[in-house]
């Protein structure tokens, strides 16, 4: 059975994908808390992994053993409002600490831990948020550490992937859609929902694995929307009418 690892998977999209790979793989799954939930059939959860702290992949590569992992997933996220009146210097570190810097060190001990084999799978959850090409004026400014870090995100993702070409090891960079989530009503953004067509997490993850089904590495290093375009307010006056799902977005 498949060695799954999701990072970031106490609630939200992480919480769904774990559950969903469970029926036909075994799950690690991390939360940053030191009480993570109770253990189930084929999900063993790691508590205390923090994302934004540099000993989380050694943590997490001791905790996972010999193991040889097929799929990582890397969800853990942090999402504070700001504008450009009012911006927040710690949240934005915390923004980029989470969704750029982290990363990197997991994934750098997981393959210097062996853990990581020719074919395995790394995927990236990012945002539409870091698509420069996909900024528009009809939005405006504002959000300065969400959608940078997630830009910065994006190019982790491709230096990884030039990286790890060599061993076999295909890295993604994802859009998940938007989502109901507590992080986005947490910052206001449920008032956006209907008209944004925001899903469910159960939804999303329904999409990203079927897309990671197919993703290898003849498309690493890319970034993609599995989701299409249906909720990127931006992309029909970005990119135009008629476009693909799922949609590899622009930089």
């Known amino acids: 059975m498949p060695y799954i690892i999701i990072v970031g998977a106490s609630r939200g999209l992480g919480a769904e994908l774990a559950k969903q790979y469970a029926s036909n793989n075994t799950v690690f799954a991390t939360s940053r808390s030191d009480k993570a939930p109770e253990s189930s059939k084929n999900i063993e959860y790691i508590a205390n992994i923090d994302v934004a702290k540099e000993d989380a992949g050694q943590k997490l590569a001791s905790h996972i053993g010999k193991k040889t992992l097929d799929t990582v997933i890397i969800t853990a996220g942090y999402f504070a409002t700001e504008s450009f009146g009012s ?7 915390k923004m980029y600490t989470t969704s750029s810097i982290g990363p990197v060190f997991i994934v750098h001990y997981l393959v210097k831990a062996g853990l990581l084999a020719k074919g395995s799978k790394i995927i990236l959850v ?4 870091g698509s420069i090409t996909l900024r528009h004026e009809s939005e405006g400014g504002g959000n300065y550490g969400h959608h940078a870090s997630k830009s910065a995100l ?3 993702g491709k230096l990884l992937s030039l990286d790890l070409k060599e061993k076999g090891v295909a890295v993604g960079i ?6 109901r989530t507590e992080m986005t009503r947490g910052v206001g953004f449920d008032k956006f929902w209907d008209d944004g ?3 469910t997490p159960d939804e999303a993850a329904k999409s990203l694995i ?3 089904e197919t993703f290898d590495i003849e498309k690493t290093g890319e970034y993609w929307a599995p989701r299409g375009p249906r909720d990127i307010g931006t992309a029909e006056a970005v990119l135009g009418k008629d476009l693909s799902t ?3 977005l622009p930089w």
């Open 174 to 179: 994802v859009h998940p859609g938007f989502m």
């Open 197 to 199: 067509g925001a899903v």
């Open 87 to 93: 911006p927040s210097w710690d949240n934005q570190v």
């Open 210 to 212: 079927k897309f990671i």
């Open 246 to 248: 799922p949609l590899q």
């Open 126 to 129: 990012s945002s539409e948020s």
């Open 154 to 156: 994006n190019m982790v």
